[in-house]
């Protein structure tokens, strides 16, 4: 194995030279066997060269070997990441004397149009783009040249349909190329490298080369002080959520520049808003997915710069984007994940031999284990594998319709065989896919002709006529536009019928499908296997001012008035603060929200927060265990005993105990979770863990203390639902962590919740899933989702309007509904690690046990202390008032019919009478101007009262009865009922009914005739 640099050629090796380079290790490892053709994984730490490792190698090839323009595919999951590679690859390519260039959804019209004239001979790319690629003649012509793909981020792509899509598409090159095309993966963080090696070619060989990394991490919670505490009342944080973040505004600027990593999207605004105020003179940046590209690039520049001292940001900036030198990464809680701590403090002195500093900011219980265990495994190396969903159906239907445009005609026997190439489709089977086929035939998608010889020549694809009329002159060179054919004659059609027959390839006599009369439209908005969600706009029902939006998955958990489905109103977070919807109106996109007034509620909604993996949990509950042994404590031991080959199996596969002096946790951390522990084990006196479940009966819910993650406990709590939902009906609502299931259903006991655990066989837990999801809100998301893929639904309709029921009815027991059941499970649920459990617990390896409430029983609060504090009643009227006294308004006199316009504030004494003198003037708001114009103007008697009243009371109240009529849904009627309620000069108590008031219409306005 070569260990420098004189394999390449010699261009490469002069520039190498020239800049003083050295191999890095995994530029020493992997240089030979990339010059050889070898499928390649590289896995290396951030910063140690994996880019320079795979496209020096491949320029050294093409140049020795002389290969041709549009000869290296380098693809990356971003395009951020495209214009940061292409910088650094466009040097190394012109040392060369060869070309390098970048394409992907932003590329110009005329970009696009030299490249395909002109390719360059190494193309960085999306692997959206890649799809692209596969079209057209010219492009399809210059990727026969192709002799390598390299696919940067490997692991991001892999554990999403995005990879999937990829991976036929690799097929489908090497399809087109008629060769085997060398394949390079480069991952900085890879669990299961085998694993990993095997998605990308069954002949790929992976290539771990750690480099010198040092790391500095360490989990630390902030003391509170007196300031705090009183701070605290004034800024609505708890005391030790203050603390933390006053130590993060010291630690940024002890750092600066430094990245501020947080978990979601409101955080990174509130906790950058909240530095700021704790010290003015930081310039603080935030950086996330809702933000426009131009201004997330605007701060990745004002970062590289210098000009910024922190960048709050969540995973947008995790992956290997250069934002210049970064001295320290901060984590504001626990990253959730191992892998995701790394690539994020890799970030830190990212270059070779750099360290990755970092501290982790956490002030409750849950947190500070969390981040001490994955803090740990970090430090260790302990990553948890990459997962993906194998054979997910939607990417084959994609890909079905997809290569038939480009390939024009495909035999029907060979398209599972295409399929099966890629590994991670290798077990589909013919009848799955002949199953797809027929309902994108059905969906115009696709036209299937399963037995040529019934069918009728004359409406066989266009490229068949082609073929035909090479060889026969009774043929036009072009199948004719179908109103001509539906004009000829019956012996004209006999004639092209007995010419085209004959013609009929070999390999289409068992029959083909080719492209639909839907399929390109399809093509256009189908390239992509990111899903394609409606966005809704979110409006303050107080201001009327938009607060942002949400996506297709939150809106369709929702009822039509926006409730659980338990029917109480959704609370969730955005722009930093917790809102209440009040109305879901399905003919309206847009949700109308709020605000929440009781400091007390926390948000029911979370989002989809990444993951904690079950052997994370797993490990917090041997934390909490050797800290009450290590104080010796008196807590029980689970028995080592044989429970039957399975459950021993799944026994060895739990995360083993380790010292309390291996996690990196500061003192006051520890000292914090200590005093959890000991207190838990004094009101409970036992310790949940990974083989002790514990069930607390709380004043408003059951609580299930189960240490396995997320999808075991979200698998776990709809199973418990479904089985209460058998008693009466009603499945309640159950909230979800890492470490416990909250559930508040009406028939649920403890008693029948350990029945229901300990008898109910493992094995009818996926069958009872399938039965009872498809009854509930869970599925829709995935199953709209699906049904656009299979073109069920059309792209851009609302979801809401569709009877979303009916089409489960349909395509019960079909792949339709079984894909979208696997992705759900896929994405939020593990049935096999909870049949497991299941088994576990049968077998007495797993222990129930019924407890009085303890102080790990209670679900963390910290994301409160990343809310901005709520509006008091007090504000939410005065941003009432000021939003009323803003309207615009017009006074329209009854005797005359002349109007008067004014801002509601500037009404004084000059509007109460018009010119003709009358005092009889009726108002309403300035975009309903011609409506009471016409009210005004009617000769209905019903009419005319209503606008008596409604003048009479502005010539009575004034400004007063004008901001009555300027609230929402508050008309004469309404606004007479406020006025005779309220007093004058109680502005404040008239607001309150107002915006009751309004609330109220929001709600049922949709009723209304």
């Given at each position: 194995m070569g260990s420098d640099f004189s394999g390449l050629a010699n261009p490469l090796l002069e520039l190498t030279e020239q800049r003083g380079w050295s191999p890095t290790p995994i530029q020493s490892a992997s240089q030979k066997q990339i010059l050889d053709g070898s499928d390649l994984l590289l896995i290396?730490?951030?910063?140690?060269?994996?880019?320079?490792?795979?496209?020096?190698?491949?320029?050294?090839?093409?140049?020795?070997?002389?290969?041709?323009?549009?000869?290296?595919?380098?693809?990356?999951?971003?395009?951020?990441?495209?214009?940061?590679?292409?910088?650094?690859?466009?040097?190394?390519?012109?040392?060369?004397?060869?070309?390098?260039?970048?394409?992907?959804?932003?590329?110009?019209?005329?970009?696009?149009?030299?490249?395909?004239?002109?390719p360059p001979h190494l193309l960085v790319t999306t692997p959206e783009t890649c799809q692209l690629l596969l079209f057209g003649s010219r492009l399809r012509e210059g990727m026969k040249n192709l002799q390598a793909v390299v696919i940067d981020e490997v692991h991001d792509l892999?554990?999403?349909?995005?990879?999937?899509?990829?991976?036929v598409a690799l097929e489908r090159i090497d399809e087109l190329c008629g060769r085997r095309v060398q394949r390079i993966g480069l991952s900085a963080t890879v669990g299961n490298p085998d694993e990993m090696a095997g998605w990308l070619s069954p002949t790929t060989t992976p290539i771990n080369a750690p480099a010198p990394r040092p790391a500095e991490l360490q989990v630390v919670t902030e003391p509170t002080t007196a300031d705090d505490r009183a701070l605290s009342l004034e800024l609505h944080v708890s005391p030790r959520g203050l603390a933390a973040l006053r130590c993060l505004a010291s630690k940024v600027r002890e750092s600066a520049p430094c990245l501020i990593f947080v978990n979601s999207r409101n955080a990174a605004e509130t906790v950058a808003?909240?530095?700021?105020?704790?010290?003015?003179?930081?310039?603080?940046?935030?950086?996330?997915?809702?933000?426009?590209?131009?201004?997330?690039?605007?701060?990745?520049?004002?970062?590289?710069?210098?000009?910024?001292?922190?960048?709050?940001?969540?995973?947008?900036?995790?992956?290997?984007?250069?934002?210049?030198?970064?001295?320290?990464?901060?984590?504001?809680?626990?990253?959730?994940?191992?892998?995701?701590?790394?690539?994020?403090?890799?970030?830190?002195?990212h270059v070779l031999g750099g360290t990755s500093r970092g501290m982790l900011l956490c002030w409750e219980n849950d947190d500070i284990a969390e981040a001490a265990v994955i803090t740990r495994r970090a430090m260790t190396g302990e990553l948890e594998g990459v997962e993906w969903r194998r054979k997910p159906l939607s990417v084959v239907a994609n890909q079905l319709v997809l290569t038939a445009i480009a390939e024009k005609i495909i035999p029907l026997s060979s398209a599972a065989t295409l399929l099966r190439r890629a590994p991670i489709f290798s077990d589909i089977s013919d009848s799955e896919v002949r199953e797809i086929i027929t309902i994108l035939d059905d969906r115009r998608l696709l036209k299937i002709v399963e037995k040529p010889a019934n069918s009728d020549p004359i409406d066989w694809p266009p490229i068949l006529w082609a073929l035909a009329a090479e060889k026969n002159s009774d043929l036009p060179e072009k199948r004719p536009k179908r109103e001509e054919l539906e004009g000829i004659t019956e012996e004209q059609r006999e004639i092209w019928s007995k010419a085209l027959r004959p013609s009929l390839p070999k390999n289409l006599k068992n029959g083909w499908f080719s492209p639909g009369s839907r399929s390109r439209h399809y093509m256009l908005n189908h390239l992509s296997m990111i899903a394609d969600e409606t966005r809704y706009s979110v409006r303050d029902s107080v201001t009327r001012r938009a607060l942002g939006n949400v996506d297709e998955t939150f809106v369709l958990s929702l009822d039509s008035s926006g409730g659980e489905e338990d029917g109480s109103p959704r609370r969730f977070v955005m722009a930093g603060r917790t809102w209440q919807i009040i109305d879901a109106d399905p003919e309206k996109n847009e949700l109308l929200v709020a605000p929440v007034s009781d400091i007390s509620s926390a948000p029911v909604w979370a989002g989809e927060l990444p993951a904690v993996p079950a052997d994370i949990a797993r490990e917090v509950g041997n934390l909490r265990m050797v800290i009450a042994e290590d104080h010796g404590w008196d807590v029980e031991h689970p028995k080592d005993e044989n429970f039957g080959p399975k459950v021993n199996a799944w026994l060895a596969e739990l995360p083993k105990k380790h010292p309390l002096s291996k996690y990196p946790v500061s003192d006051y951390s520890l000292g914090t979770l200590t005093n959890s522990v000991g207190e838990h084990l004094d009101a409970t006196g036992c310790i949940p863990n990974a083989r002790l479940l514990t069930i607390e009966a709380r004043r408003d819910a059951l609580v299930l203390n189960c240490c396995h993650g997320n999808k075991v406990n979200a698998a776990l709590a709809h199973f418990l639902q479904a089985m209460a939902s058998t008693i009466d009906g009603k499945s309640g609502r159950a909230i979800i962590d890492p470490y416990r299931i909250s559930l508040q259903v009406p028939a649920l006991t403890a008693d029948s919740m350990v029945t229901w655990l300990t008898e109910t066989p493992p094995e009818a837990l996926r069958d009872i899933m399938r039965m009872t999801i498809p009854n509930g809100r869970k599925l829709r998301a995935r199953l709209v989702q699906v049904c656009k893929t299979f073109g069920i639904l059309q792209r851009g309709i609302d979801p809401r309007r569709v009877n979303l029921q009916g089409i489960i009815n349909r395509y019960r027991g079909t792949v339709v509904l079984d894909e979208a059941l696997d992705k759900l499970f896929h994405d939020q649920m593990d049935i096999d690690a909870t049949v497991a459990l299941l088994e576990a617990i049968q077998a007495g390896a797993v222990k129930i046990e019924q407890t009085p409430s303890g102080a790990l029983g209670i679900s963390p609060r910290s994301e409160r202390d990343l809310l901005l504090p709520n509006w008091s009643d007090a504000e939410v009227r005065v941003r009432l008032?000021?939003?009323?006294?803003?309207?615009?308004?017009?006074?329209?006199?009854?005797?005359?019919?002349?109007?008067?316009?004014?801002?509601?504030?500037?009404?004084?004494?000059?509007?109460?009478?018009?010119?003709?003198?009358?005092?009889?003037?009726?108002?309403?708001?300035?975009?309903?101007?011609?409506?009471?114009?016409?009210?005004?103007?009617?000769?209905?008697?019903?009419?005319?009262?209503?606008?008596?009243?409604?003048?009479?009371?502005?010539?009575?109240?004034?400004?007063?009865?004008?901001?009555?009529?300027?609230?929402?849904?508050?008309?004469?009627?309404?606004?007479?009922?406020?006025?005779n309620?309220?007093?004058?000069?109680?502005?404040?108590?008239?607001?309150?009914?107002?915006?009751?008031?309004?609330?109220?219409?929001?709600?049922?306005?949709?009723?209304?005739?």
């Open positions: 290396a730490p951030t910063g140690s060269g994996k880019t320079e490792a795979v496209v020096m190698p491949l320029l050294s090839n093409a140049i020795k070997q002389e290969w041709q323009p549009m000869c290296i595919l380098y693809i990356t999951p971003l395009r951020a990441l495209n214009r940061d590679i292409d910088r650094r690859i466009e040097s190394l390519s012109q040392a060369c004397g060869l070309r390098s260039d970048v394409r992907h959804g932003d590329t110009t019209q005329s970009q696009r149009t030299k490249q395909s004239r002109n892999a554990a999403s349909e995005r990879g999937a899509q990829l991976t808003q909240r530095i700021s105020k704790l010290d003015e003179d930081l310039n603080i940046g935030v950086h996330h997915g809702s933000l426009a590209a131009e201004t997330r690039q605007e701060m990745e520049s004002e970062l590289q710069k210098g000009n910024l001292h922190g960048l709050v940001c969540t995973s947008s900036l995790e992956l290997g984007i250069d934002v210049g030198s970064i001295k320290q990464v901060h984590q504001v809680q626990s990253p959730r994940a191992v892998d995701r701590l790394l690539q994020r403090v890799g970030r830190a002195e008032e000021e939003r009323l006294v803003n309207e615009r308004a017009v006074l329209i006199c009854l005797a005359c019919g002349s109007r008067i316009r004014t801002r509601v504030a500037m009404y004084g004494a000059k509007h109460t009478h018009c010119e003709c003198g009358g005092t009889m003037l009726a108002a309403t708001r300035e975009g309903l101007e011609d409506m009471l114009a016409g009210w005004v103007a009617s000769e209905d008697l019903t009419v005319q009262a209503r606008m008596e009243k409604n003048a009479h009371i502005v010539r009575q109240r004034g400004i007063e009865a004008l901001i009555c009529l300027m609230a929402r849904g508050v008309g004469e009627e309404t606004a007479s009922r406020i006025l309620r309220v007093p004058k000069g109680e502005r404040e108590l008239m607001l309150k009914i107002i915006h009751d008031a309004e609330l109220n219409y929001a709600r049922t306005r949709r009723f209304w005739a």
